[in-house]
């Protein structure tokens, strides 16, 4: 403990920043696939396989094309497909949510394990200097500036994009007509039909869309926050995105707050490793802090929906 | 009786198709389906060695999957079992190691008893933050699940460390007698049956299984009737997190004889998706419990006779568990027309 005292300046510092930033985008990604379905009332658990068949796809066709771009475009098309199949079961042949989300996740684990061995002959994880990452931006002028060098120089391109994608669906959600419909679909989806909003068409993009995202979410995973391919490397990312989706009510800005909160937790951890903290430890706060602030936030909502009926019975 | 029918046809064209799938991925990397398919029969029953591999991986997959399934009667999805596993594991082998004051026999019923009570106490914090606070209880038990294994890695390299490259416990001084050595069935597998045809009974007779399942199908009829849906559900999920427990307890005493750190990765898993294929169904979850544990167990024959990777195993029984929850997927498109026929006249 008195070892964390005394170096708490190399704990608590300016790169901490950019690496809370940094652990917390895969996340982000993740996130915002969730909050999209969410919007149109489905709980997208599928999104950890999602990510993961991204991750693998991206690894793959970066690694045959040599291009990062098609890495990105590939993995999008596989999440897309991987989402579709997930919203034909929910939707056309009414399959539980849950369970078809689970059932993707264990393909995908399935999946990417099956072709790792019969694509590259590797089991556990592929890397190879064939595989092209995604470029990080430099911008020259910063180099010069001391703290904000530190803060914004070199993120990597996906990086830059999740800030773009946060404030693009809040737009989106909030501010277009596709977003009211979507949100009218989530919320009382008679009403939506009867003012002749096309109900499954419309959660059928939103699925879309959201395997768009988890695509991505998966291509920066293995192309931008490392540059290779291991078994499950998801981690559990796609279902913090979710519970941190459930912490921001499936608002995107609130959501990648939520994100940030998890990122911090990981980057302080992965820093006190180094004064004695077991690293059990260390590996599971993000978790615990996921499961603590999801919980606080959701009595938070509920006391706050409690209070605002008992105004209004008071005020009749 | 004619839906008991239906829906094991249902599961049989289910698993065909899921099989043909599985040929298909075999075709497509260049292998002989047949073979591989016979080779994965022959890893799991051919020889007494392998027999009873099956069957200790049976063992705790029976556990979980009716784990899952009893709280999927009270409207969780549990996917915590995983979880409940290794903490019911853990606390087995701290009892086992350390408790030896006991009388051997009294010493198998604590570590039976530490680890449901473990893993009940485990299952209950999920349980109680989705009812009372509507917390969504899959987020939370697989976040959790990394959480305990994380706990009990921990125990396993540092407190309880045998000492050992591998990260494992000392031997227990009480293990579960294994009846077809080399192989590592035990008699634990007629601890879980009896278990679980009890858990199946208390369903189906006792008015704490009615309660169950009212509050499963319509919560707030429960209520109404004067059920408190909350205590119920909590309860379902904590007997569900018991299952898990006694599985790991199992595993600890019967299988390995100590605590090897990751031990129950994918157990729980497993025997979800058992109960979620036959839709949780009670009676059939244990044949599926069995089907995917012969799956498993042959996996690895598979892949030694054949080129066919043994992950070829997880994606069969993913393809067969996402077109098992399409529930209208086997209505064909006559059937479904005569449906809506029917529909549109009584209207």
């Known amino acids: 403990m008195n070892a964390i005292l005394e170096n708490f300046d190399k704990i608590f510092n300016v790169s901490l920043v950019y690496a809370t930033f940094r652990s917390a985008t895969p996340i982000i990604f993740a996130a915002l696939c969730a909050a999209i379905t969410q919007q149109a009332n489905i709980l997208n658990i599928g999104t950890e396989g999602i990510m993961l068949v991204g991750a693998f796809t991206a690894v793959t066709v970066s690694y045959f094309s040599g291009s990062w771009f098609l890495g990105i475009v590939a993995a999008m098309i596989a999440g897309a497909i991987i989402s579709m199949i997930m919203a034909v079961g929910h939707i056309r042949y009414n399959s539980e949510i849950c369970a078809i989300g689970m059932g993707i996740n264990m393909l995908a684990l399935a999946i990417t394990k099956f072709l790792v061995k019969a694509i590259f002959n590797s089991t556990g994880s592929f890397s190879s200097p064939d595989i092209k990452a995604i470029p990080r931006v430099n911008l020259a002028f910063l180099d010069s500036i001391p703290v904000l060098g530190e803060l914004f120089n070199d993120w990597c391109v996906t990086e830059w994009f999740a800030i773009i994608l946060i404030i693009f669906l809040q737009f989106l959600f909030y501010k277009t007509v596709w977003g009211l419909r979507l949100r009218a679909v989530g919320q009382f989806p008679e009403a939506a039909k009867t003012a002749g909003i096309r109900v499954n068409s419309v959660k059928y993009q939103a699925m879309l869309i959201s395997g768009l995202i988890g695509g991505l979410a998966g291509a920066h995973l293995s192309l931008g926050y490392s540059t290779q391919f291991i078994e499950n490397m998801t981690n559990n990312r796609g279902f913090m995105g979710v519970a941190a989706m459930y912490f921001g009510g499936a608002n995107p800005v609130f959501t990648a707050l939520g994100c940030l909160l998890f990122g911090f937790s990981d980057s302080i951890g992965a820093r006190l490793q180094a004064y004695g903290i077991p690293s059990q430890f260390v590996l599971m706060m993000p978790y615990i802090v996921t499961v603590a602030v999801l919980s606080i936030s959701m009595v938070a909502k509920l006391s706050a929906g409690r209070k605002r009926e008992s105004a209004l019975h008071s005020g009749n | ?347």
């Not at chain 2, 570590?111 to 009570?117: N, P, R």
């Not at chain 2, 990777?309 to 059937?335: C, G, Y």
């Open chain 2, 1 to 347: 009786m004619n839906q008991t029918v239906n829906s094991i046809r249902r599961i049989l064209l289910t698993m065909v198709l899921a099989l043909g799938i599985g040929a298909l991925l075999i075709l497509a990397i260049g292998e002989n389906p047949v073979d591989a398919y016979v080779a994965l029969f022959k890893g799991a029953f051919d020889g007494k060695l392998r027999l009873g591999t099956t069957l200790a991986g049976f063992t705790p997959l029976l556990l979980t999957s009716i784990a899952f399934a009893i709280a999927a009667k009270a409207g969780a999805f549990n996917v915590g079992v995983e979880g409940e596993v290794f903490l019911g594991g853990i606390t087995a082998a701290y009892i086992g190691i350390n408790w030896t004051f006991l009388p051997r026999p009294m010493l198998y019923l604590a570590c039976f008893a530490g680890a449901m009570a473990v893993a009940a106490a485990w299952a209950f914090i999920p349980a109680a933050l989705r009812a009372y606070y509507g917390v969504n209880e899959v987020c939370t038990t697989i976040l959790m699940n990394t959480v305990a294994l994380y706990i009990t890695s921990y125990l396993v390299s540092g407190p309880m460390s045998a000492g050992t490259a591998n990260a494992q416990s000392l031997p227990v001084t009480v293990t579960l007698y294994q009846f077809m050595k080399p192989s590592s069935a035990n008699v634990g597998i007629f601890i879980a049956i009896a278990v679980v045809v009890l858990v199946i009974l208390m369903l189906n007779k006792t008015s704490w299984g009615y309660k169950i399942r009212t509050v499963g199908f319509n919560p707030s009829h429960a209520d109404y009737v004067g059920i408190n849906s909350k205590r119920v559900f909590i309860s379902a999920m904590m007997l569900s997190g018991m299952l898990g427990g006694i599985a790991g307890c199992i595993e600890v005493l019967g299988v390995h004889g100590y605590f090897l750190n990751n031990f129950a990765t994918g157990l729980g898993s497993n025997g979800m998706l058992a109960s979620l294929i036959v839709k949780n169904n009670m009676a059939f979850t244990p044949f599926m419990a069995f089907f995917l544990s012969v799956l498993k167990s042959g996996a690895m024959g598979m892949q030694q006779a054949t080129g066919v990777p043994k992950a070829l195993v997880d994606t069969i029984t993913a393809v067969f568990i996402i077109i098992a929850t399409m529930e209208t997927a086997f209505q064909f498109a006559k059937k479904r027309k005569a449906q809506k026929k029917g529909k549109e006249e009584t209207a």
